[in-house]
């Protein structure tokens, strides 16, 4: 007892910790404005999908400065060049005035800029599109040598001499002004004290003499030289508006970049839409929610209570645990939230079915949990930790949402291990307490009476037909991806993709676009008056996305563009290859884990089984024409994690019968650990289903591609399990036995480590 209130109290305090640390996301905003400011701050930063804002990935051109280089000596002015330019573009961005943007490096040569409440990034792209090289020169002579460079403004060609006599980086501070006289904006600048000198010296000696400016290969203006300037201050004039002479003051303060960048991606989400995609998420993943702590208390009534109790206590230290990291909610987010909730699930039914085995054995309610919790410890951590190798990967590998989904489903996974075994063991144990004696019932239909414990339900007797009736189900989804293909998204194919709202009809609309002789697909998107116009990768520029919207406006005033995604095509060959790469990973991290936990036909039979799970699912994308995006690869990689999970269950317990009764027939052992499992397997696909089910219904196309994938996955790994996987362990371990160089002397029951001889004789096999 002192043991239980030493837990019991350890556990209130982390319980306590990190629901006070998940409150400033749940509460009002009402009640929250009435908290300290430190304590309002310590929440969950919504993603740009959903607060609304831009999204841009810019591509540092470091061709110049390393042309002739290579190895070390190449990667090294690179990485300087990328940290120069991302202090650059922060400083630039700090002078907009935009609020909290976030500035990142993303692998190589990439810099992330997210501009939460920006749905308009054009100004942006421009400021940060600009090098911003400024310098001095004076006009060639003619017959010397010169560098001819065209004017800003006009057809005129300036020869000037090739090296400059001062250049930005002794600009001190520059602003915007007014010329006296003629009213026109121009750039005021000061120099530091070396520049001062340096001008001073210039103006001195070449009074008479047309001094240029160059911004960015360029002359803005060549002024005559009047007078000696010796206070270390000048103006440039060029016919700017105000506007244009306050960016060029603001690049010039914030100094210049040391190569060119290049918009490479884009994503622009309204706020508007933003605000409709919370009201969805939250909406569909309360109803899921609802449904799987219905489910169990259904299953399981007063004992389904105290697993609902560890559920949400999961959820709530999950929100905390997440805005203790500074971690981002995004959509997608959201859905791995629900997701994790409904896998979390898993660990309860897998212990309350283990404990309703070891109380039907005879033991008292305690010893039943303590055996029950016992046996499901293992299983519980295989299949926490394969579904981890699969979301480590999405979150290296992914980018931007599907991060967020990734880093939410890791937390909620490892979460999820502390409720479930630790919260909900005490809560158990409190509902025991004083009870030593008598036996322990769990209510609910009992599966596996004593006439199913003689008798289990003969899933191998169907082994054949299932095994040819997946292949050929994998051969012909495998077919389709030949012809007609995956309907891939911008992610993968580049281009952009803009969602346009507006009352006109879908015809009206192609006709404006034809008109403007505007390649495209147009196509219903979501509701009545939705639309998804997509232009293709050779079309990615500025002019061209504002020539089409300009064609939709000149048809229908009303229109409006709540979301704008822009992948150039470098990004989507990156995101190609990645996904690949991913997907690969995954699979042989799966086969190393299972490799070293299980002898290796279980492993092997996992990653056949795996592949045909995955190729079922491509053949179902392509047969419902759903977008291929980076949120689908996403859910396949979700998929390999709980396809496994699956299977872990499943094969754990075979193992361990085998090791109980090794006299007994192979096929026998399958068919008594499938009807053993066949309760938790149901129930735990049942449960993960309905939590997804509200998203895939109503969750809006942003998750479609995500949920409907899981829910097809969840069906086919489920049935996978029981029909696939088993029978394939049985025919690769007695492959492996034939053919091995041990095939006389079968190896251990308990892993795959080492050999050791079975009394069955003809059954010669190793589990």
């Known amino acids: 007892m002192n043991r239980f209130w030493i837990r019991a109290v350890t556990y209130g305090l982390v319980i306590v910790l990190g629901l006070g640390a998940a409150l400033p996301s749940l509460l009002p905003p009402a009640w929250l404005s009435a908290l300290p400011a430190a304590y309002q701050s310590h929440s969950l930063t919504l993603g740009l999908d959903l607060q609304g804002g831009s999204h841009l990935l810019l591509k540092v051109d470091t061709d110049d400065l390393t042309r002739g280089k290579s190895g070390r000596e190449k990667a090294e002015i690179r990485d300087d060049a990328v940290a120069r330019s991302l202090e650059v573009v922060r400083r630039r961005l700090n002078e907009t005035g935009v609020v909290e943007p976030l500035i990142v490096r993303q692998g190589d040569d990439g810099i992330v800029v997210q501009l939460p409440g920006v749905t308009d990034p054009e100004r942006i792209k421009t400021l940060l599109g600009r090098t911003a090289k400024l310098s001095f020169h004076l006009l060639a002579e003619p017959g010397t040598p010169a560098r001819r460079l065209p004017a800003s403004e006009g057809d005129r060609v300036y020869p000037l001499k090739p090296l400059p006599l001062l250049d930005g980086g002794n600009l001190e501070d520059a602003r915007l002004g007014f010329e006296p006289r003629t009213g026109q904006p121009v750039v005021n600048f000061q120099l530091d004290d070396e520049g001062a000198r340096k001008f ?51 690049l010039l303060r914030a100094g210049a970049l040391p190569a060119p960048l290049e918009v490479v991606e884009q994503r622009t989400v309204g706020p508007d839409l933003g605000g409709d995609q919370i009201r969805m998420g939250v909406a569909t993943g309360l109803i899921g929610a609802a449904l799987v702590l219905a489910f169990m208390v259904l299953a399981y009534r007063r004992w389904g209570l105290i697993a609902n109790t560890a559920l949400v206590i999961n959820l709530g230290l999950v929100i905390g645990l997440l805005a203790s990291l500074g971690a981002t909610l995004t959509l997608p987010g959201i859905a791995g939230l629900i997701l994790s909730v409904g896998m979390a699930v898993d660990a309860n039914i897998l212990i309350n079915e283990r404990i309703r085995e070891e109380a039907r054995r005879g033991r008292s309610g305690q010893g039943a949990l303590r055996a029950g919790f016992q046996r499901a410890y293992a299983t519980i951590l295989d299949s926490n930790i394969t579904t981890l190798i699969a979301v480590g990967l999405l979150f290296q590998f992914g980018a931007g949402p599907v991060r967020g989904f990734a880093v939410t489903m890791a937390v909620g996974l490892v979460v999820s291990l502390f409720t479930s075994i630790s919260v909900t063991r005490l809560l158990m144990e409190w509902r025991l307490r004083g009870r030593t004696r008598g036996t322990l019932t769990l209510p609910g239909p009992d599966w596996l009476g004593a006439e199913r414990r003689r008798r289990p339900i003969r899933f191998m007797a169907v082994r054949g037909r299932g095994i040819v009736l997946s292949l050929v189900l994998s051969v012909a989804s495998l077919g389709a991806l030949a012809w007609p293909g995956l309907n891939t998204g911008i992610d993968f194919q580049g281009g952009v993709a803009m969602e346009v709202h507006t ?134 990689l979700t998929l390999i994690g709980y396809s496994v999970n699956d299977k872990v269950v499943v094969f754990d317990r075979m193992r361990e019968n085998r090791a109980l009764d090794p006299e007994r027939p192979l096929e026998d052992i399958i068919d008594l650990s499938l009807t053993q499992t066949l309760r938790r397997t149901l129930f735990t696909s049942l449960t993960t289903f309905l939590a997804i089910l509200p998203m895939g219904l109503a969750g809006g196309p942003a998750v479609t591609s995500f949920a409907l994938p899981v829910l097809f996955g969840i069906v086919v790994g489920t049935s996978s399990s029981m029909f696939i996987a088993a029978p394939m362990a049985m025919f690769l371990e007695r492959w492996f036995s034939a053919e091995g160089p041990a095939a006389d002397e079968p190896a251990s029951l308990q892993d795959g480590s080492g050999p050791a001889r079975s009394p069955s004789g003809s059954q010669s096999s190793y589990l």
């Open 200 to 250: 001073a010296e210039i103006t001195t000696h070449h009074v008479g003499d047309p001094f240029a400016v160059v911004l960015d290969g360029k002359v803005i203006t060549a002024p005559v030289i009047r007078s000696p300037i010796t206070a270390g201050r000048g103006q440039i004039s060029g016919g700017f508006d105000a506007r244009e002479a306050g960016d060029l003051a603001l």
């Open 503 to 636: 009352p006109a009809t879908i015809d009206t609309l192609r006709g404006g676009l034809a008109a403007s002789g505007l390649e495209g697909s147009l196509q219903r998107f979501g509701d009545d008056g939705q639309y998804l116009l997509r232009l293709p990768a050779g079309a990615y520029s500025d002019a061209r996305i504002e020539a089409a919207k300009a064609a939709l406006s000149a048809v229908s005033p009303e229109v409006s563009y709540p979301r704008l995604d822009v992948v150039g095509p470098s990004v989507s060959g990156g995101f190609v290859e990645t996904s690949i790469l991913a997907v690969l990973l995954a699979g042989a991290g799966m086969l190393v884990y299972l490799r070293l936990r299980f002898a290796p036909h279980f492993a092997w039979a996992a990653l056949i089984t795996l592949g045909l799970d995955l190729s079922k699912t491509l053949g179902f994308l392509v047969l419902t024409g759903l977008e291929f995006n980076l949120t689908t690869v996403a859910a396949l």
